[in-house]
Nanobody, 122 residues
Framework: QVELVESGGDSVEAGGSLRLSCEVRGYYSGCLGWFRQGPRNEREGVATIGDGRTTYAPFAKGRFNISQDNSKDTLYLQMSSLKPEDTAIYYC???????????????????WGQGTQVTVSS
């Protein structure tokens, strides 16, 4: 079982930046990802990383960057040019399988963090 602990959520103004972190405790062999759930939305994929490849949701391309440290025990999401519609609880997740390339499917992830709140004001 993998334990995931997110941090870094905050309230920022539109156009600002934030970096989210996720501490990964335990063994996983596949994919790591970020998801989010807004106040009126279902949970949606943001980005995944694994096998040296990344996949981004269309809204995240060019604004968000997913990365992990060399030891692979911390996952990051660097977010810039934030918009009010980016307001959501952001979750990190781990999968025992390899990332699906080009798509982000919550059903493929086995372990989830508790989430960290990001609020973007206009």
């Amino acid at each position: 079982q993998v334990e995931l602990v997110e941090s870094g959520g905050d309230s920022v103004e539109a156009g600002g930046s934030l970096r989210l972190s996720c501490e990964v405790r335990g063994y996983y062999s596949g994919c790591l990802g970020w998801f989010r759930q807004g106040p009126r939305n279902e949970r949606e994929g943001v980005a995944t990383i694994g096998d040296g490849r990344t996949t981004y949701a269309p809204f995240a391309k060019g604004r968000f960057n997913i990365s992990q440290d060399n030891s692979k025990d911390t996952l990051y999401l660097q977010m810039s040019s934030l918009k009010p519609e980016d307001t959501a609880i952001y979750y990190c997740a781990a999968a025992m399988r390899r990332c699906s390339y080009g798509v982000i499917l919550a059903s493929e992830f086995d372990s989830w963090g508790q989430g960290t709140q990001v609020t973007v004001s206009s």
